[in-house]
């Protein structure tokens, strides 16, 4: 059975908007000045570690919080005094939330029978049916929620939240609790189910991985602020800052200063003296404290000299099925991380630790970035 | 060591199965085993003194730890809204409620009603004009049934706040965040979810207050409770039939409180 989703006639309106809004505990303050629009069916998450004011965001769009300054708009209205369950938008919780005394059907109708002009029992039935039918729980209607595993649970705190046919629909680490495989299971059914139901679909999560995989746009944060807005490509493609290219994937880092920057170009010298060059990141100075960004799928690495090569010691190799990870270590420059497809690495012997090597980067992959 | 702890369980429960014992006794004298029977347990059922003691009594019980269980369970969900200083205050007053004895709690309601109804009770008469046929305030079931919840209450607060303690946060902001309104939540997920340590208090103040001698001693005015009605038996000479009464007594109480215990540990599991 196919769900239809919500219609809109005004497409081009964001369904949420933050306008500087920040928020203070006490003296802590949980956000600053946060600038976002989310436009209808877009798949948004806030990326952060622990504390970076990602969860007192999403809060505030659920109303459980009340920005200290600015305004938060749903659909065009501003809701900053409007409480939780007045606002057309739904939660998927991180500890699920599900009622211990109700079924998983009374739990999933929860929301349809606090509907004023009531509902009739059939209507309710029905909606919830076709809901558990699109998480796949069917049959387990009658069941209790702590009787079922951490994966079931979850789909019955995303049905819980989708049959309402929300606006918005608000996730808070959804899927922190799961183990990694039933994660990516997971991180697929998500993906389908947005599609499939064209709901505004807002995640917080700290895993990278995960919101590089079903975002449509990343909204990384660090203490309490946005830093970086763009989609997975843009982040991991053309991080602001050392801290985005160092959440968004992994990379190596080089600390120096930038010498002279030019028509996107930048000259940089590391810590050691060594000259490279690389593409400007935005709002790079010359003559500052720089970072040089490397990813370490750009770095090429052969027991022959390369052009423009580097000699390094091979001091660790690490088997990680597709891909084969080399921790290699230049006299002066320090230790790279390079990560070597399976395909480049069967041209040669493998590069056992201890081994003398050349390691060697198109310049074009170096990015120049301003010290954070 | 095991010969001590025999002693000790010994020394407990040894007097409560000699009155067990004692009740059956086919002779009328306490202290003397005749032979089985049930006769005292027929004689005290039949006994008018005692029924009706028994009927003031499971009328002060249930009215008590109704008031108990509603009020305490209100007080501690609006505790709970409570931070800092306040809530501190308010947490200590509950638990020296349940920690002065019986009969501070006995002396002190009856000196503060005393008091108010020799304050009242002439302002009443003024007020109905004829002097002979107004009402008066005195001791009886209602200054029994105040003193009783006053006390039982404390006990319904703590239970149920342990109770309230170990639900998740999270389920009232879900409750919320699917459109319920405060008092929806309340009637649709805490109170279904507290019930079982609810009905624990009702069932803790129920035999509380069937059981009290002291309190009931001294607010009690003309009424007699049950355990009024034994202790001014007793001075007349302890009887199978008190034996009898004592023993029901007792089961009845022992069955409560279990009761009370399991539906506390069913609900805990949950």
Known sequence: ?372 | MRVYTIAVYVFLYAPIAIIALFSFNAGRHASDFQGFSAQWYGRALSNPFVMDALETSLIVAFITASLASILGTLAAVGLQGLRGPARAVFDALIYIAVMIPGIVIGIATLIALVTVFDVMNPWIESLWGDADGAPTLSMGKGSLIAAHTMFTMALVVIIVRARLGTLERSLGEASADLYATPLGTFRQVTLPLIAPAVLAGFLLSFTFSFDDFIIAFFVAGSETTLPIYIFSSIRRGVTPEINAIGTMVMLASLVLLIAAQLILRRGDRK
Not at chain 1, 176 to 204: S, Y
Not at chain 1, 224 to 233: F, K, M, N, S
Not at chain 1, 235 to 259: M, T
Not at chain 1, 289 to 303: D, V
């Open chain 1, 1 to 372: 059975m196919k769900y239809e989703p919500v219609v809109r006639n005004d497409t081009s309106s964001a369904v949420a908007e933050l306008r500087h809004v920040s928020k203070r505990f006490g003296d802590v303050e949980a956000a600053r000045d946060l600038n976002l629009s989310v436009a209808p069916g877009e798949f948004l998450s806030f990326l952060g570690p622990s504390g970076c004011g990602k969860t007192t965001a999403l809060r505030m769009l659920a109303g459980f919080e009340t920005p200290s300054e600015g305004e938060v708009l749903i659909d065009g209205e501003v809701v900053n005094a409007l409480e939780p369950f007045r606002r057309p938008v739904n939660m998927v919780f991180q500890s699920y939330a599900l009622f211990p005394h109700l079924s998983v059907f009374d739990n999933v109708a929860y929301g349809l029978r606090q509907r004023r002009p009531r509902l009739s029992s059939s209507q309710i039935s029905e909606k919830v049916e076709r809901t558990l039918d699109v998480v796949r729980l069917v049959e387990f209607g009658k069941r209790r929620t702590w009787e079922m595993s951490g994966g079931q649970q979850q789909r019955v705190a995303l049905a819980r939240a989708i049959v309402n046919e929300p606006k918005l629909l608000l996730l808070d680490e959804p899927l922190a609790a799961l183990d990694r495989k039933l994660r990516k299971t997971m991180q697929i059914e998500l993906q389908d189910l947005q599609r499939q139901l064209g709901i505004t679909f807002i995640l917080v999560t700290h895993d990278q991985e995960e919101a590089l995989s079903l975002s449509d746009r990343i909204c990384v944060m660090r203490d309490g602020r946005i830093v970086q807005i763009g989609t997975p490509r843009e982040l991991y493609d053309a991080p602001a800052s050392r801290y985005v290219a160092d959440f968004v994937g992994s990379s190596n880092f080089l600390e120096g200063s930038i010498e002279s920057v030019a028509g996107g170009r930048a000259e940089f010298t590391d810590v050691s003296g060594h000259r490279f060059a690389g593409q400007a990141g935005p709002g790079v100075e010359q003559r500052v404290r720089g970072t040089l960004s490397l990813r370490p799928e750009q770095i090429r690495i052969s027991r022959e000299p390369l052009d423009g090569g580097h000699p390094v010691t091979v001091q660790n190799r690490i088997f990680l099925g597709e891909h084969t990870e080399y921790v290699v270590r230049h006299e002066k420059i320090g230790t790279f991380i390079v990560l070597a497809s399976r395909r480049a690495e069967d041209r040669e012997q493998p590069l056992d630790a201890g081994t003398r090597a050349y390691i060697a980067w198109n310049p074009d992959a170096a990015l120049i970035l301003r010290a954070d």
